[in-house]
């Protein structure tokens, strides 16, 4: 990636895709659920989520309908499919992913049926793995955002100013911020639907109340047994109703492994569709006796 970034001259943010798939010679259309002519041109061969296209172009279509794909590599055409749908942001996110899939010599291979083995869903789930590092390491340009985000307090206020430069969500920029540039700290981040309980969606499930659970390796460590729900309850004890903006703060102790306690302090946002919380430690507090 560091050899690709050097190529496009080391750009600032926020990164132009159109010159990624210009070095790369990469094309780039839309599809749409409602109006499937792209899908319908014949594809010679191509897996689709471990699914094998041969000369049927319909099934490329169904299965971008029975599987919700929101984007596709054809990599005999050196084309990207994008669904048109989508907001933007999600476009550059989902482009930046395919674009990993051109740049990992062996995933086309396994995208063409060239191999013996057969895609598993382990082996799927190892490819969407890598293209998502990949996109990661692009769209936030290697080390760049790492370095800028390490030299700050974690805040959700940080997160909002950082995904604006780098023109990519707050999601992935939380999420990017929480894994990597936590420069020694515990911090947790998790993305769900609004915490407070007159707002949560009809199909809200207890268990698994989070989209997305994200720890940065400090936090995994010292405080990996604390789960997810019981973190999704402290959220919601302090949050607000509102319908949007900010939810609440609030100064939250936690114990680690070894029973020591913990100052963090939580904040959580909602952007009237996902609620971003983000806690960082603070300082340690010693046992409770």
């Not at 792209?38 to 490329?60: C, D, H, N, W, Y």
């Not at 793995?129 to 990661?136: C, F, K, R, T, V």
């Not at 698994?208 to 789960?227: A, H, K, L, M, V």
Request: hydrophobic share 40%; aromatic share 8%.
């Amino acid at each position: 990636m560091a050899k690709i970034i050097r190529g496009l001259g080391n750009p600032t943010p926020p990164l132009d895709l159109r010159i990624v798939r210009d070095l790369l010679r990469l094309d780039r259309a839309y599809y749409s659920t409602t109006d499937d002519s792209v899908l319908r041109e014949t594809f010679s061969r191509l897996k689709v989520a471990g699914i094998q296209v041969l000369k049927r172009p319909t099934l490329l279509a169904d299965a971008v309908r029975t599987l919700s794909l929101k984007a596709l590599y054809l990599p005999d055409q050196k084309r990207i499919l994008l669904d048109q749908d989508l907001p933007q942001l999600k476009h550059r996110w989902n482009e930046a992913h395919e674009i990993g899939h051109d740049i990992i010599p062996w995933h086309e291979g396994m995208m063409l049926g060239d191999t013996l083995e057969t895609l598993t869903p382990s082996c799927h789930e190892i490819m969407e793995a890598e293209a998502n590092y990949a996109a990661g390491q692009l769209l936030f340009l290697g080390g760049r955002f790492v370095e800028e985000a390490a030299s700050e307090v974690p805040s959700l206020v940080l997160v909002r100013k950082l995904g604006g430069i780098y023109g990519n969500t707050i999601t992935s920029t939380l999420w990017r911020l929480t894994e990597q540039a936590s420069k020694g700290r515990p911090i947790i981040a998790m993305v769900s639907g609004h915490p407070h309980r007159f707002r949560r969606n009809a199909d809200f499930d207890p268990a698994n109340p989070c989209r997305y659970f994200i720890q940065s390796p400090e936090f995994r460590d010292q405080f990996g047994s604390i789960t997810e729900s019981q973190l999704f309850s402290i959220i919601a004890g302090y949050c607000g109703s509102q319908s949007g903006g900010l939810l609440g703060q609030e100064e939250i102790i936690l114990a680690d492994r070894n029973g020591e306690r913990h100052l963090f302090v939580f904040e959580t946002f909602f952007n009237r569709y996902e609620a971003l919380t983000l806690g960082v430690w603070s300082r340690a507090q010693g046992r409770a006796f």
